[in-house]
């Protein structure tokens, strides 16, 4: 049984930045073809995919978010981190981890075959 797992903070300070550990069991996040992604929903908004890692290694973003935004492993903890800098409170939202077979760069939620619970991040000063 694959299992994700977030965690975070929980409130940051406008400005700070920010770093979301996911840790996997059940599978290798190495394991060919697998992508891991990072998946947010602000209150009151629908989801918004925001980035990946692959079983490579490789990353992609959302555009306007790469500026701020990057990820990355430790394969011996067999775990994936979001990192966010200078956040504002636009970036309040719950976060997910989540995994997919494929690349995608959208958050349509039959794309992932896995999901973390998600864990709630607040900034605010």
């Known amino acids: 049984q694959v299992q994700l797992q977030e965690s975070g903070p929980g409130l940051v300070k406008p400005s700070q930045s920010l770093s979301l550990p996911c840790t996997v069991s059940?599978?290798?996040?190495?394991?060919?073809?697998?992508?891991w992604n990072w998946i947010r929903q602000p209150p009151g908004k629908g989801l918004e995919w925001m980035g990946a890692?692959?079983?490579?290694?490789?990353?992609y973003y959302r555009p306007y978010l790469k500026s701020r935004t990057s990820i990355s492993r430790d394969t011996s903890k067999n775990q994936f981190t979001l990192q966010i800098s200078s956040v504002t409170p636009e970036d309040t939202a719950v976060y997910y981890c989540a995994r997919s077979s494929r690349q995608i760069t959208t958050a349509t939620m039959r794309e992932y075959d896995y999901w973390g619970q998600g864990t709630q991040v607040t900034v605010s000063s």
């Open positions: 059940g599978c290798s996040i190495t394991t060919n073809y697998y992508y």
């Open positions: 890692i692959t079983y490579s290694g490789s990353t």
